[in-house]
């Protein structure tokens, strides 16, 4: 029944990500701004614009430009960018470990951070602790992430040198050293969001019919809270992390700024500007399959901690 | 209830690990740099350049490139004919020693330097030197082409000679051969096919490529075949992508990086008296106006381009966007130019004389006009407002046009607008490259109709045509003085100001400095322990 579930969600996955590429390319070539321009500088002559729009295949029909994209994307192959002039496969494969580990290191941090929190404030709901862990997740869902990074860095980075002040790192571990302030950053972003949720849910759990019951029959507090109250209160705390990863991966350019991380955000900014159209496609193409990716695992994730959800 | 903590105390443990704790790896970080000002008389060699740039480069390439930030890393791998002096003034010799030129004017003869080797250990010859200036202009879609079009052949008599005919004398023949995009690679990119030898090239230069992660890290090594004796005295150099100014400011703070390229104007005077820190304002050939485009009847109209040039307070624009950091423009030609004219006083600040001229116009009642702006250009927003208010006493209505970057390029390079801010900065140090970009009218050689104004004046053009003729330094001179006198009075755009290029760099690092053409040479750069 999963299996049917998943399969049948993959194959939804091709028309939307192709929907999703055409809506780009139509909307990057319909605004105004050309790659020849940026690419020649000022002294662009009618004569060298022509050639370079000749040689990169700009001066065709565009059903004809979105068809070659397509079929080279059935090959495997993104094109060449008009700037790097390399392959648009390369630019992007390099980027992706650093968006990536952004991505997952940062929902791992928050899940961290808002879990413990969370069932602490469910337990002590409505006395101090409770209401300085609303408090606090209150305050974290006001600052920006630009902001919240910056200070990270500020604080971790000058005052007490623990980590470096941005970069990717060389190594495994130096990656991971480089990757934790901005890990950190988005979940500090997602935590508040995913602690409030989580915490409602508990409490809600926590005061059910079902838990009278196990508590009546001797179960332990600790049993009561993971079993019946965790199980039961992770069906919404899953759908809000799933949905702010999702959003997350658009929004991975300002921490990729902040901390000048060589990921795929900074890397389709500064495409988009030059109107670098094969990265643009590139990039959006890679960014709706994680994001559609990242909805079906929540989907099924909801699946499995709710059966009624498979029926 | 009674329950056990030990579930959320096991998570909170785990998080407060590892904020407080290094994960790995950072047990050899110090803290922030305070370094104390040391006198070092002796050249220390060794160490690693981090040099945080605003943008990647694009292109190793140096004839495929226009952006500053591939042309001034291309500078560190690849060597023309000549170089300029670092105060923008003259030439020296780099790949040739000498040259010398025929009666005619036609026939330039290069004496190229012995014993130059590349980096792959290979002789430069004359043949390299030839294939690397034909490539410029190889294309027609080649950026670079109009500035060796002059060019009629490249001849090779001799292994260390290079024979250049131009089509008519061309006094700034030796200017275009310092230009980085005539810098020398080996013939036939030395038997590789071009993909793979722009993956990893070879040049004469105090640099070669080790690595480059395009977008975002370039990682250069010394050129263990360089040709200045004990040069260069780094063992490499890493020119980072830091695209936020804050980061860039705060890696160079905790010594991770060593230079911060363009530091944000506000953050300049703070930074001038912080400890460990030397920011520099390098005199550069950067000239902020803002540009008429003459299609729009109003702006064929003399009195009304004077009449702006009148009405805008210079000196409240350097103030605002630069934070006083520059100086108010008198001309389209920077003090650190030779062409420069002291004597012209330009149209300054008046606002009596932009009513009178605005009298004189066909518009006394005013008009409405159009500024593109760049949207999130903090810098032209700011201006735009600025000129807005200006404008109203002459009855002139300004709207700002806000649109992206690449739009605003397109709108700029094709003349659509009605006024733009527009800047000029110049890749050669002779005059040429600049008056024919920003005053030529028509279809030069660069075709830009003055810098997409459509400016027309031919006076003007056929003083730049005759400079290119003309050979001696003090009469070329002469003549630009001139041009730049004729440009003040029927102004093409309202030149506003001249920026510097602004550096911090740690007080641990010495020899660095920026040219006006805003390149460096960093085989004289080291760093202090």
């Known amino acids: 029944m999963l299996l049917r579930y998943v399969t049948r969600r993959l194959l939804l996955m091709v028309p939307v990500a192709l929907g999703v590429t055409l809506l780009v390319f139509l909307s990057i070539h319909m605004v105004p701004g050309s790659p020849a321009y940026t690419f020649l500088g000022p002294h662009a002559t009618k004569n060298s614009v022509a050639a370079f729009n000749g040689e990169w295949g700009l001066d065709r029909p565009l059903p004809v430009q979105y068809w070659l994209f397509l079929d080279r994307l059935v090959h495997g192959n993104l094109g060449e960018s008009l700037f790097y002039q390399s392959s648009v496969t390369s630019l992007i494969s390099s980027r992706i470990p650093v968006t990536l580990s952004l991505l997952i290191g940062g929902a791992v941090l928050s899940v961290i951070i808002a879990v413990p929190l969370a069932a602490w404030a469910a337990v002590k709901s409505g006395k101090l602790t409770d209401q300085l862990i609303r408090f606090f997740s209150t305050a974290g869902l006001g600052m920006p992430s630009f902001w919240i990074g910056t200070t990270l860095i500020i604080l971790f980075g000058l005052t007490f040198p623990l980590f470096p002040v941005g970069g990717y790192g060389n190594g495994f571990w130096g990656h991971v050293d480089s990757m934790f302030l901005p890990c950190l950053t988005i979940a500090i972003s997602i935590a508040p969001m995913l602690l409030r949720s989580l915490r409602t849910s508990l409490i809600d759990a926590l005061g059910s019919d079902y838990v ?81 990716l990242v909805y079906l695992l929540t989907d099924v994730a909801y699946a499995l901690l709710d059966p009624r959800v498979r029926l | 209830m009674k329950f056990s903590r030990s579930t959320i105390v096991v998570a909170t443990v785990a998080v407060l690990t590892l904020a407080t704790t290094n994960v790995v790896g950072a047990a050899n970080r110090t803290p922030v740099a305070r370094a104390k000002m040391i006198a070092h008389t002796a050249i220390q060699r060794g160490g690693t350049l981090t040099f945080n740039r605003v943008q990647d480069i694009v292109s190793l390439d140096p004839t495929q490139v226009t952006d500053n930030e591939s042309i001034w890393a291309d500078e560190s791998i690849f060597e ?87 089509k008519t004398p061309w006094a700034p023949l030796q200017a275009d051969m310092a230009l980085f995009a005539n810098g020398v690679i080996p013939n036939n990119f030395a038997g590789e096919s071009a993909t793979t030898f722009w993956n990893h090239p070879i040049g004469t230069g105090p640099f070669v490529v080790q690595q480059w992660l395009k977008g975002s890290e370039l990682k250069l090594v010394r050129n263990t075949h360089y040709w200045q004796a004990g040069k260069p005295y780094l063992n490499g150099v890493n020119f980072v992508t830091v695209p936020d100014d804050n980061t860039r400011l705060l890696q160079l703070e905790s010594g991770a990086a060593q230079i911060d390229e363009f530091p944000a104007w506000s953050q300049i005077s703070e930074l001038q008296s912080k400890s460990g820190i030397t920011t520099k304002l390098f005199p550069s050939s950067w000239t902020q106006f803002l540009g008429f485009n003459e299609q729009y009847a109003f702006f064929k109209d003399v009195h009304v381009r004077r009449a702006i040039s009148f009405a805008i307070d210079r000196a409240a624009i350097v103030k605002s966007v630069l934070y006083g950091h520059g100086t108010v423009a008198n001309s389209q030609v920077t003090p650190a130019l030779w062409d420069y004219n002291p004597k012209n006083p330009g149209l300054q600040y008046n606002l009596a004389q932009a009513k009178k001229e605005i009298a004189l116009s066909k518009y006394a009642k005013g008009f409405k006009v159009k500024l593109l702006v760049g949207s999130g250009n903090q810098n032209e927003l700011t201006m735009g407002q600025i000129v807005q208010s200006e404008l109203a006493p002459l009855g002139i209505t300004v709207t700002l046009q806000e649109v992206n970057g690449a739009q605003e390029n397109t709108l700029q390079s094709t003349s659509q607008f009605q006024m733009s801010f527009l800047y000029d900065t110049t890749d050669i140090i002779d005059p040429d490259e600049l008056m024919t970009f920003a005053a030529v009218g028509g279809s030069g050689a660069q075709g830009t109709h003055a810098e997409f104004t459509n400016y027309n004046n031919p006076q003007v053009d056929s003083l730049v045509t005759k400079a290119e003729g003309v050979f001696s330094q003090a009469a070329r001179i002469k003549i630009y003085d001139q041009i730049q006198l004729i440009l003040a009075q029927d102004p093409p755009m309202a030149y506003l100001f001249y920026q510097p290029f602004a550096y911090s760099f740690t007080t641990k690092l010495h020899g660095f400095s920026v040219f006006p053409t805003g390149n460096y040479h960093l085989e004289n750069v080291w760093l202090s322990k």
Request: net charge positive; proline share 4%.
């Open chain 1, 212 to 292: 009278a019951f196990a508590r009546a029959k001797g179960t332990s507090a600790r049993t009561v809270l993971m079993r019946y109250g965790f199980r039961n209160a992770a069906i919404s705390a899953v759908s809000v992390l799933g949905i702010n990863i999702g959003f997350l991966v658009g929004g991975t350019v300002i921490i990729e700024t902040v901390f000048a991380l060589p990921g795929l955000g900074q890397l389709m900014i500064a495409s988009i500007l030059d109107r670098d159209f094969p990265i643009v496609q590139g990039i959006t193409l890679i960014f709706s399959v994680v994001v559609i």
């Open chain 2, 80 to 166: 023309p004919l000549f170089a300029a002096t670092p105060n923008g003034k003259s030439l020296v010799p780099d790949m040739a020693t000498s040259y010398s030129v025929s009666a005619n004017k036609l026939r330039w003869t290069f004496n190229l330097r012995q014993g130059v080797k590349f980096s792959n250990g290979q002789e430069m010859t004359s043949a390299d030197a030839k294939f690397s200036i034909e490539r410029v202009g190889a294309k027609a879609s080649n950026p670079w082409t109009f500035i060796n079009s002059d060019i009629a052949s490249i001849t090779t008599p001799s292994k260390f000679q290079v024979v250049v005919t131009t």
